[in-house]
T-cell receptor, first 111, second 115 residues
Framework: GQQVMQIPQYQHVQEGEDFTTYCNSS?????IQWYKQRPGGHPVFLIQ?????EVKKQKRLTFQFGEAKKNSSLHITATQTTDVGTYFC???????????FGPGTRLSVLP | NAGVMQNPRHLVRRRGQEARLRCSPM?????VYWYRQLPEEGLKFMVY????????ESGMPKERFSAEFPKEGPSILRIQQVVRGDSAAYFC?????????????FGPGTRLTVL
């Protein structure tokens, strides 16, 4: 079946530093979505990427979709304490109509 | 415009009892996904439903677990004869469309504890 991996598993940064999480799928994805989950909260949709090589920005967040549509990254510039949480990438499985989430990258931001 | 609602938010059951988790999707959404999340772990897909149909249940254990999304009323995830390993947070998400092409809106989750 499809596997979605993310690295790193954990990241601790000082406030103001940059942060990047990488997502890799064992299969080509029709699209990839990113979600953020605050501690004790529920996942919240951030963005969806569809096109090969697509880059989208949301303020300090930059999302990229790889040319082969098998990997993606999320980069946060100048982290703030409000960025704390776990970032998940996710995509539809090509083997059915289920949806596969990566294990997530947990970001801690030290003030 | 209410978001996705789940109830109860917290549920405590003893081993062998039944757990019923309810999910009301956002207005206008006819696609519902259920996920399980263990502490410090990611979201594991369980089942994808549309009104009155189970589309994909490949992530749901074949025994003790069942799900439905009736024509009227909320989607229900039912766990019979719960065991300690069922303790987890169960999230549902709704979407206006299916097949993973649309944003999923998550509910606040039900935290199930099995004693």
């Amino acid at each position: 079946g499809q596997q979605v991996m993310q690295i790193p598993q954990y990241q601790h940064v000082q406030e103001g530093e940059d942060f990047t999480t990488y997502c890799n799928s064992s299969t080509t994805l029709s699209n990839i979505q990113w979600y953020k989950q605050r501690p004790g909260g529920h996942p919240v949709f951030l963005i969806q990427l569809v096109k090969s090589g697509e880059v989208k920005k949301q303020k300090r967040l930059t999302f990229q979709f790889g040319e082969a549509k098998k990997n993606s990254s999320l980069h946060i510039t100048a982290t703030q304490t409000t960025d704390v949480g776990t970032y998940f990438c996710a995509g539809p499985s090509p083997f059915g109509q289920n949806f596969v989430f990566g294990p997530g990258t947990r970001l801690s931001v030290l003030p | 415009n209410a978001g996705v609602m789940q109830n109860p938010r917290h549920l405590v059951r003893r081993r062998g009892q039944e757990a019923r988790l309810r999910c009301s999707p956002m207005k206008g959404h006819s696609h519902v996904y259920w996920y399980r999340q263990l502490p410090e772990e990611g979201l594991k897909f369980m089942v994808y439903l549309q009104k009155e149909n189970i589309i994909d249940e490949s992530g749901m254990p074949k025994e003790r677990f069942s799900a439905e999304f009736p024509k009227e009323g909320p989607s229900i995830l039912r766990i019979q004869q719960v065991v300690r390993g069922d303790s987890a947070a169960y999230f549902c998400a709704s979407s206006p469309g299916g097949q993973g092409y649309n944003e999923q809106f998550f509910g606040p989750g039900t935290r199930l504890t099995v004693l």
